[in-house]
């Protein structure tokens, strides 16, 4: 479960305000102005690309298990099942990953990471991080997005009240 299976389509939900629509437009900004760095920056010194290594992220983890099924794979990193077959059959082609039936089920595909794989992903994690710290430490600057920046890198508010509204402690 990840949190998102209860969403509707917003029919029964209150509809957001201006400023609500506004936020959100900062988080996306936020998020993609990050993303293009992390991007380039894989890119740039190890020939990954991002979604690459969002997938042999997910698949190194422990939680993943000896393999993760395509849907829950794409689950995990944000991706269309689609695009998570396509970007699996990439990484399998470089030896970082390989495809099999999902256990129990000869219907279904599951991926697991390769130990050339586990490598890969080892050498760009200092790189991703460092310049996932460069990117959040830079939108610190725009007053319009510090407060999500900050968020992402403490878990607390940039502002005043740095937890969320709650009987015991309103706002």
Not at 25 to 41: F, I, N, P, S, Y
Not at 93 to 109: E, F, K, N, T
Not at 115 to 127: D, K, L, M, V
Request: net charge neutral; aromatic share 4%.
């Amino acid at each position: 479960m990840n949190g998102f299976e209860s969403m509707s389509d917003g029919a029964s939900a209150a509809p957001a305000g201006d400023a609500e629509d506004e936020r959100w437009c900062m988080a996306v900004r936020l998020l993609g102005r990050v993303e293009k760095q992390l991007d380039a920056t894989l890119q740039r010194r190890h020939g990954l690309p991002l979604s690459d290594y969002r997938a042999l992220c997910a698949l190194s983890r422990p939680d993943s298990g000896p393999a993760l099924r395509m849907g829950e794979l794409a689950d995990r990193i944000g991706l269309k099942d689609s695009t998570v077959t396509r970007l699996i059959g990439r990484l399998e082609s470089q030896g970082l990953a390989r495809r099999a039936a999902a256990p129990g089920d000869g219907r279904a595909v599951a991926a697991s990471v390769t130990e050339a794989g586990r490598q890969r992903y080892a050498e760009a994690t200092p790189t991703y991080r460092a310049a996932l710290g460069g990117a959040l430490e830079a939108s610190m600057a725009n007053v319009y997005l510090a407060d999500l920046a900050a968020w992402v890198r403490t878990g607390e508010s940039a502002v005043g009240n740095t937890h969320p509204p709650s009987e015991g402690n309103p706002q």
